[in-house]
């Protein structure tokens, strides 16, 4: 079975400056998904960022980067610049490449702290 | 982007009673929803995937009679809590599947209901 861990419950950082969320998971597969959710206080659950396994080239989205290592399946989020906006808890998922249920695994999730 | 609503946001019950939770794609056929549950700063837990025209899959010990899944068009799904009790306050979250060309890869989240029994 498929399982997501983010090791770390709470991160802080200052503003402007760079954080990087962990992100390890375990399968089998060799083709899949992986995600990286943002829930802020109003608890809308907003993609940040999407990255598919046969891809070698790392996924970016403006001040969002991952850092995605296949063979230690890790697969890490880092946020530049960071803006006050970015406070909220991160998860990371992984999804599967086609299936009948396309049931998404969810880590822990990390609080992300923005210091003005 | 895609669109999910739930309604309502938040609703408060009676112990007892029973609440219905609505989740729709607005612009797009969702041949699959998923119902999650979370606890205050918990991750989301998976509760039953739910397809359109057939029964819903509950997860390994979520009661199906309790939660009451309906899928009946590819745009609604709606969750009814049974004879809800304290414990089954909680904060519930659907999603929906964009199903293209066979694969899919992305769920789309709605902005979740606030459930209060008292």
């Known amino acids: ?116 | 982007g895609a669109v999910v609503s739930q309604h309502p946001s938040r609703v408060i019950c009676k112990s007892g009673t029973s609440v219905k939770i609505e989740c729709r794609s607005l612009d797009f056929q969702a041949t699959t929803m998923f119902w999650y549950r979370q606890f205050p700063k918990k991750s989301l837990m998976l509760m039953a995937t739910s397809n359109e025209g057939s029964k819903a899959t509950y997860e390994q010990g979520v009661e199906k009679d309790k939660f009451l899944i309906n899928h009946a068009s590819l745009t609604l799904s709606t969750l009814t809590v049974t004879s809800a009790h304290p414990e089954d306050s909680s904060f519930y979250i659907c999603s929906a599947r964009e199903l293209l060309a066979g694969v899919s890869y992305e769920q789309y989240f709605g902005p979740g209901t606030r459930l209060t029994v008292t």
Not at chain 1, 41 to 59: C, D, G, H, T, W
Not at chain 1, 69 to 92: E, N, R, T, V
């Open chain 1, 1 to 116: 079975a498929q399982t997501v861990t983010q090791s770390q419950p709470e991160m802080s950082v200052q503003e402007a400056e760079t954080v990087t969320l962990s992100c390890t998971y375990d399968t089998s597969e060799s083709d899949y998904y992986l995600f990286w959710y943002k829930q802020p206080p109003s608890r809308q659950m907003i993609l940040v960022i999407r990255q598919e396994a046969y891809k070698q080239q790392n996924a970016t989205e403006n001040r969002f980067s991952v850092n995605f290592q296949k063979a230690a399946k890790s697969f890490s989020l880092k946020i530049s610049d960071s803006q006050l906006g970015d406070a909220a808890m991160y998860f990371c998922a992984y999804g599967p490449f086609s299936s009948n249920t396309g049931k998404l695994i969810f880590g822990q999730g990390t609080t992300l702290q923005v210091k003005p």
